[in-house]
């Protein structure tokens, strides 16, 4: 990890996600993955693996997978319609929607009309610019607040932040003598601005038309449904169904063997809701993050959370300070294969909060 006094590019990004990190833990989640992405991409000036597999799940249903350690970050989905292509979701970067789109295009010349946003964190919506032109982008009325409300500003200032980092460091360069702290300074002002220049180009683009509860696709060859199940995730998760092939694109409502991002989460409200997404007549499940999964992996998620509430509640019942139950509470080893580990105390944490705050 860069630990020079500017930090390094992708700081940048964790002060584009401040407001969403939960108090006192300043590297966390998602964060840490974008430190890594970008990071790891910050020397080549472009994204690598951004080809994310496609699989066909069903007659002109598509989901675009994405490995653990690509910088599309989410997973992605497409159905082809009568006379045109729906997407739900558009993963991390412009590159990655251009990526997504590219592979849409091999599939189908039918032009993409629909844009689904399952929800309003970057990973799912900053390649929703690759689908501009006369598309309809969609998703809940609480996530569109999101991005106008907290993406679109944390960007703006990510962007100030950066920008104020090159010029102390083009100042510190004119001042100094010393020819290996040029050289240090000179790449760092080259990888900031990089960062910069990515981030200048790629233009926020929320959501147009909300849905409170459902709305119906009706479409003659592959009707869908958009359902909004409660709370979750976030408080504006939607979710893609198809009744006819039975499948559901859930976005990030479900981790599939992966530790949960919980930083806007309604961890309590979220195993009901899980419980309704249960009803559904679906047998595959697409998750936001990890392979795509049945009913039994929804059901392991589900018990997941379900087990985090049994290891934290007791200790809230006794006045436990949460301080204590982080350094108590171990994750039991049948989860060590999961993806994203380090999401785990601030899992504890919110857990803790939400329980605190029911008593
Ligand atoms: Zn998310």
Known sequence: MNTDKYGSASVCVHL?????????FRLLGFELLFFGLLTQHAGSGAYQGEDGEVR??????YVR?????QSIV????FVELDNSVLVFDTHFTLEAGQSLLAAIQKITTKPVRYLVNSHFHPDHTHGNQSFAGPVHIIATTNARRDVVQRDLPAMNRTLGIAQAQIEKMKKDLIATKDPAQQAGLRAQIQQHQKFLDRMTGLKILPPVLGVE??????????PARLLYLGKGHTDGDLVLYLPKEKIAFVGDLFFNSALPNTQDAFLLEWMRTLAELLKLDAETFVPGHGPVGT?????????YLEELKEW????????????????????????????YQYFFPANLQKMY????AAK
């Open 16 to 24: 584009w996600f401040r407001m969403l990190r939960p108090v006192g």
């Open 56 to 61: 066909k799940l069903a007659e002109g249903v």
């Open 65 to 69: 997978i994405a490995a653990a350690d």
């Open 74 to 77: 989410s997973n992605a989905g």
């Open 213 to 222: 509860d459902s709305l119906d696709v009706n479409d003659t060859v592959r």
């Open 295 to 303: 009913k039994s992996e929804v059901k392991d998620f589900l018990k």
């Open 312 to 339: 934290v509640e007791p200790r809230v019942t006794e006045g436990a300070a949460m301080e204590q139950v982080l350094r108590d509470v171990k994750l039991p080893p049948k989860y060590s294969s999961y993806s």
């Open 353 to 356: 909060s939400e329980l605190r």
